[in-house]
């Protein structure tokens, strides 16, 4: 039972469980946005997509970067693969018994006693593995991104435009994604780039994109999650200081005015 509730709070954490303090408080959060902040501001503008709202759908999918698929594969966005993609196949991996966190890096398992660990069979990822080629989809070279950070990011990025250019595309299959993609191209034309950076079309993009069937995610409680993100690391006020006063990503995140 330690265990399992260990586990629960680790996962709310990550997540959703930092309530009763900012985000800006937290480092590992920080650290996350901080690579992936001008990177997604810059594809957004390009784009016709609202940077606060993806940066907050990132830090959700992957858990602020630690979740351990997202580690691997860069797929920080957990978009599935289509066909001809790689995707990470089954991994025998341990997890640490106390916490229930999975961990792939063959020199922290080393760091374990036996006993501390949980071996299991992961069934295998159905999301998009940005990894490059021979690792692409194999069990090889799991820490790849680990060693590699300027690729980390340029698959961070690499994953980012595939959501903002083949998923959010008129002519995508799921209609939610289309339709979203008129309405912010629409909505570009007639306001200018300024309404991406708008508190409200962020939260109406956010509405259009999930909490249905056939959506990014059909929970309800998914949308909630992200807007409560995005509102409580001010990513709205984060891409508009970096955007507009041209701040670095440290002053736009300490800025407090």
Known sequence: M?????SVWVIAFLFT?????SLRDYEHVKEFYEDLAQVTIDLAIKYNTPPAA???????????????IARITGNI???GANKGDAKL?????????DSGTIIFDEARIETFEDDDLEWKMRPGSLKKDYRPQPYSGTPENLTYFKHHPKEKLSAQRKNLEDFMTKWLNT???????AETRRYLD??????????LFSPELNMRFLEKIGGKPGSFNYRKTWRNKVVWIMENAELVKLARSMYYDNLSFEEAWDNNN
Request: charged content about 15%.
């Open 2 to 6: 330690r265990r399992k509730l260990l």
């Open 17 to 21: 469980g930092l309530h009763g303090n």
């Open 54 to 68: 993806i940066l907050a759908m990132a830090g959700l999918e992957s858990g602020y970067g630690q979740g351990y």
């Open 77 to 79: 966005l957990s978009l």
């Open 89 to 97: 196949p089954p991994l025998y991996l341990p997890e640490i018994v």
């Open 171 to 177: 002519r995508y299959q799921f209609q939610v994604f």
């Open 186 to 195: 629409s909505m570009v034309k007639e306001y200018g780039k300024a309404v």
